[in-house]
């Protein structure tokens, strides 16, 4: 459950490790402490058996370096103890500046309770990264140990697409990356749509206000 001794990774001991959420008796730090049995996780709130409370996906894990150092990529290590939490797929960000990183890499196929080693196949010169959890079982967030892996030769530059504060909050994507873009769109200012079912907060004028979060729905009572 453990790095591998083959590959070199910094010492992640010097890293500064801040998360976006964390549950109570957890640590961001114990995703660097070099135990396997620690992890980081999210935060929840249970009465009895029962989960009452509990924040979802995505899950930032923000790590800074004390010093500019290359990298060609990374290890995660889940829970070995559960599998709640384990990251099913994830995007991962670098910042050459400490202040804004940029995503360098997408996946998935991370296998519960099995470390997951990502190689770049290139370098990058990072002050700091940032680990984003877009899936997890059971929709909670969680990781044992988080290793980068030492680059050599020449650094790549890491692409400006899109990225994420390393002060915190959502990712911004770049237009390639958004699903829900679409270029040079239809003026949609003169439409007039008819529907045969609407509920009063939800009007069909919310389907071409240009806000993503705002929709249309039909109508139901509440009981």
């Known amino acids: 459950m453990i790095p591998a001794s083959a590959t070199e990774y910094l010492d992640k001991s010097t890293f ?7 549950y109570s008796e957890s640590s961001a730090d114990f995703i660097k402490d070099g135990n396997p049995s620690t992890y980081w996780h999210s935060f929840y709130r249970a009465e009895g058996s029962s989960i009452v409370e509990k924040d979802s996906v995505p899950y930032y894990i923000y790590i800074e370096l004390p010093t500019e150092e ?18 099913k797929s994830y995007n991962f960000y670098a910042s050459s ?9 997408s996946g998935e196929g ?3 309770k099995t470390a997951f080693t990502k190689d770049f196949g290139k370098s990058y010169k990072v002050k700091g990264i940032v680990f984003e959890i877009t899936a997890s079982v059971n929709s909670y967030g969680t990781c044992a140990e988080f290793d980068l892996i030492k680059g050599s ?11 994420v504060s390393m002060e915190g909050g ?3 994507l770049a237009p390639e990356d958004d699903p829900y873009y679409v270029k040079n769109p239809v003026d949609r200012s003169g439409w007039k749509i008819n529907v ?4 009063e907060t939800s009007p069909v004028e919310l389907m071409t206000d240009g806000d993503k979060t705002t929709y249309w729905h039909s109508d139901y009572t509440n009981e």
């Open 16 to 22: 500064t490790v801040r998360v976006s959420s964390l």
């Open 70 to 87: 290359v990298i060609s990529g990374f290890t995660y290590t889940p829970r070995i103890d559960n599998t709640n939490g384990t990251a």
């Open 97 to 105: 500046d400490g202040k804004t990183a940029y995503l360098i890499d």
């Open 110 to 112: 991370i296998v519960d």
């Open 153 to 163: 030769g020449s650094a790549t530059e890491i692409p400006k697409g899109s990225y």
């Open 170 to 172: 959502s990712a911004t």
């Open 196 to 199: 045969n079912s609407v509920r």
